[in-house]
């Protein structure tokens, strides 16, 4: 048993037990929100104590939390705290003190983005901290409610899509950009209308990808400006459902107009590593050996990786895919140095790509749910480039 | 000249200096947004020396941060970092070190949100900490660029707002609801409505408040089902603008058919309230003597604070108003113990209410800019209560 001192003062021989600990707000910090299934504005504290769930909720959010919150206990904040108007922050110290002296609690992990504030308080006043990379590892395995939730975004993103294709299928070339109902047709106007679409769905859109010509052979550039005609677009979609607040993520490519014959080859070795990708995808193997596979297959296909004489990267040069879940690139990730075994309940995408200036980007995206023999795609849109006339 | 130990080994005579430390994302740290105007998904290092301002771009991101982030230097990760690939996160450590040793940095001033895991490695290491509240006070003096932000959601937020007073307009009262359509008009309804003519003008909401009868008594909530005719109806509105992430936030009152005699004094109670707090907005003014002044106009008037026997709060129980800007709630805030004069520059929200159950919950909130001798008022919609037929 071990000793609690300053913070604890008449405890010393209370009984001590580890929590899992987080101070955050669900709109910042996806661990409470998994964790409570309560969405709040304001931030919180909630700890696991070998799985029972505590949350503490101020006099505005008791009522709600008692009646919302997933949690085996809701402890009002007032309860916990010096109601001495005169005493500026004892609040927060003695709202601490009592809530780890109710439940006996000397001993916190962690995650290492944990604010380093109270961190410095707790354990000057005594509390032992633990740190772990992830505090809910378990995150990472889904249920039928994260699941339906998915689907939700993905169901409400595959209705939309087919939108813009109509409007570039409807629009003319002229001047190696697309022209539609009096004026070319810009990146910005496409995810206008992708993202206002999906809020009538009740998702929400941020830095929808939809990017032609050279901006599609960065990875990172969202996008500006006219389409360009008879180059790849790539159109990198990922809604988060307004319901539960879980992401989806899919990644097509279209084209006004023929591409040249590079950036055909280009998409097609995508397409056949995204194939060999998603056949790996099954409990037991790791994600990194995915991206492996799929990285091995482009270079046999000619296609090189590396920097350019600026220094700007080419060729395959981000990871295969990631978790998804309440963050959109969440564990399991696809790097070399982690631990990386793919379990039934995971949810990844699988996203090959290839990038060169003067030829295009290409890159094309499923999200997967890992079960306990194969996987499931979420994506049921064709993933053939659609090469508009 | 203080010494630094082991992180930099062999620098102890290096001439050495305090730098303001964050180390965050721009989507949830909005002072890595507002000290280099650079969005970024991931997380990056940024630091202020005695404003000149430092930031580390990965590799990815290099190319757009040097084109677009408003700071001084961009420094790259990857020059900062071991390339040793068998290192498992060597590169961080490399980082963190490299960059202080370039700079001759060797005291952190950082917010209490600053990641513990981070704060504990290099406390650790030998640099010496500072915790500060507010790492950026600056932030609560808005320049133009800001107020042109906030502007364009507040238009976009007065250009929407009609419409739905135009949905109620239309519809009639059927079995004390509203019916519209061939349906009954709801709070979900009118905020889908709300949230998707928003994002068509580039502005993103969320929990957007439309709440009538008893759900208005209750400030947190943000109203579900069917809207109750001869009732109150809060819309409390707060479009955060896309272009550069600022936020404006209105609230007005609305009811389908006549009110109650006691709704309609309590509306009137709180319209005078927030005439009383605008007047009172100038530089120099205690914040919190504004919701003092507030709040005891609303006593005269006969409205009482306090607590039912259930616990739950009555009247006037939440503050005058807060700042806005990058974050929908910032500095300045109106409480009590904290330091809330009021500074040309400011832009905050007046924001009475008075809320009871059995005769439901009036709001009347506008967002002013603090000018050298008085206020602007951003909101251009008249705030009397709009009573429909």
């Known amino acids: 048993m071990r000793l609690i001192h300053s913070l604890f003062k008449n ?5 001590v037990a580890k929590a899992r600990f987080v101070v955050g707000s669900s709109i910042k910090n996806e661990d409470i929100l998994w964790a409570t299934k309560f969405f709040a504005p304001d931030s919180f504290p909630f700890m696991d104590i070998e799985g029972k769930k505590i949350m503490v909720a101020n006099a505005l959010e008791y009522g709600r939390a008692k009646k919302e919150a997933k949690v085996d206990e809701v402890v009002s904040a007032e309860e916990l705290t010096e109601q001495d108007e005169n005493l500026p922050d004892s609040e927060k110290k003695g709202l601490y003190r009592r809530l780890f002296e ?4 000397d001993t916190l992990i962690v995650q290492p983005d944990f604010p380093a504030g109270i961190y410095k308080f707790l354990s000057e006043n005594g509390i032992i901290f633990e740190f772990k990379t992830q505090l809910f590892p378990e995150r990472e395995i889904k249920d039928a409610y994260e ?39 810009t990146s910005e106007m496409l995810r206008l209308v992708f993202d206002t ?12 990808i939809i990017a032609s010509g050279d901006q599609a052979a960065d990875p990172h550039s969202i996008g500006t400006g006219p389409i360009l005609a008879n180059t790849l677009i ?7 459902s307004r319901k539960k607040w879980y992401w989806s993520d899919m990644t097509r490519m279209v084209s006004k107009g023929k591409v040249s014959p590079e950036a055909r080859k280009l998409y097609e070795a995508v397409y056949e590593a995204q194939l060999i990708g998603i056949d790996m995808v099954e409990p037991g193997v790791n994600f990194h050996d995915i991206h ?31 978790g998804v879940g309440l963050e959109i690139h969440e564990m399991p990730f696809a790097r070399k140095n982690q631990s990386n075994i793919l379990k039934p ?35 049921k849109t064709p993933k053939e480039l659609i090469e508009l006339p």
Chains 1, 2 share one sequence.
């Open 11 to 15: 405890k010393e021989d209370a009984f």
């Open 102 to 105: 109710k439940y006996g609690v």
């Open 345 to 379: 309940g995971n949810v990844i995408t699988i996203e090959p790509g290839l990038y060169y200036k003067g030829i295009g980007g290409a890159r094309i995206e499923d999200t997967l749910f890992v079960t306990d023999n194969g996987n499931i795609n979420f994506a």
């Open 147 to 185: 699941i339906a939730d998915i689907a939700h975004a993905q169901r409400a993103m595959e209705e939309v899509f087919p939108m813009l294709v109509k409007i570039l299928a409807d629009a003319d070339i002229h001047d190696g950009k697309v022209w539609y109902d009096g004026g070319y047709v």
């Open 197 to 208: 679409e999906l809020m009538q769905r009740d998702c929400v859109c941020e830095a929808t």
């Open 292 to 322: 492996k596979s799929a990285a091995k297959h482009l270079e046999t296909r000619g296609f090189k990786t590396g920097r350019d004489e600026n220094g700007d990267p080419f060729g395959f040069f981000h990871s295969i895919g990631h």
């Open 234 to 240: 790539v159109f990198d979609m990922f809604p988060r």
